[in-house]
């Protein structure tokens, strides 16, 4: 690779595109004859408006998101979303969520000091290895929505099918798929992104959300910030936003559409994916943590069975310049994470370091 870069296998913050790094260098000192940095522009002036202007168009064009959805920039990261979305959404105070991973229960645990929740469906029997069958759940005629992660970083599940949600909103956390294939966004309530695994730097959400959910009737105790109102009314500029992060977003959203949108991203996150997924069905020493049916095209579990060769398989690979290889306590062994910027060229470098541990260690 080009400046001596790493393989960085981490869950995230994450690889951004080679291009879109180049792009940010050669704007630093003077973003195109404005005299100044991005990061030190005020986000009140017309040069800025057109950087955040065309990051939404950008986004909307991407994911053709329908005009009665607005897009929103929101600071807090992925973590406030736990909290903003039953602070907005709950009219009636009642919400389904189905438990598949560390990040639902986050959010599980978040919802239920705003409200009721129900657990509809919970894969905790299994370690969260699955999703459990959605196509028929009891959901409360009350409830104001049905909550999914849609990509559980931890556990390395992704929905390949939505969950039937009766008539309800569906609310969905895309942090780690987010733009990873195409999304139909009709089909959802709400769709929010932590934007540091697939997108750019940390400390900010993209929040895409229907417009009639969009409430002026909040409780009098919900911070003026935390109101999806206050950002919409605002055009994501109710006061300082995050505007090196909302640049750099709108640079990876035009390379995304520059290399031929998200059905291209598509096809190259299943060519990566299956490279370390063929490995892994192949292996008598590796096996994947998940089954098959919901793996993750961007998050990869998989273990040796004994706790000492994976501490071994994954200081062998930091050593061979594989990074952040280590997978999260709850899962024990090793996670690759290949989100959108990881080159296919990384998926089969892991995959030719890991032949030659296996045959090794017979
Ligand atoms: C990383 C992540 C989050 C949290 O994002 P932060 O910006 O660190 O708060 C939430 N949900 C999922 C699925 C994630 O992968």
Known sequence: MKYNRTFNFSAGPAMMPEPVLEEIRDEMMNYRGSGMCVMEMSHRSAVYQQIIDEAEADLRELMEIPDNYKVLFIQGGGTLQFAMVPMNLMKNGKAVYIETGAWSKKAIAEAKKYGEVVVAA????????????????????????????????????TWNTLPNT???????????????????????????????????????????????????????????????????????????????AIYCCGKVFKYLKSIGGLQEMQKRNEAKAKVIYDFLDASSLFTGAVEKKDRSLMNIPFVTGDKELDAAVVAAAKAAGFDNLKGHKSVGGLRASVYNAMPIEGAEALVSFLKQFEAQHK
């Open 122 to 157: 919970s894969s905790a029997d299994k370690n969260f290895s699955y999703l459990p069958d959605c196509s028929d759940l009891d959901i409360p005629d009350d409830a104001d929505y049905v909550y999914i992660c849609e990509n559980e970083t931890i556990h390395g599940l």
């Open 166 to 244: 009766k008539g309800h909103i569906l609310v969905s956390d895309q942090s780690s798929m987010f733009l990873s294939r195409p999304c139909r966004v009709a089909d959802y309530g709400l769709i929010w992104a932590g934007v540091q695994k697939n997108v750019g730097p940390a400390g900010m959400a993209v929040v895409i959300i229907r417009e009639d959910l969009i409430r002026d009737d909040l409780a009098s105790w919900v911070p003026t910030y935390l109101s999806y109102k206050t950002h919409a009314d605002a055009g994501s500029l109710y006061n300082t936003p995050n505007c090196w």
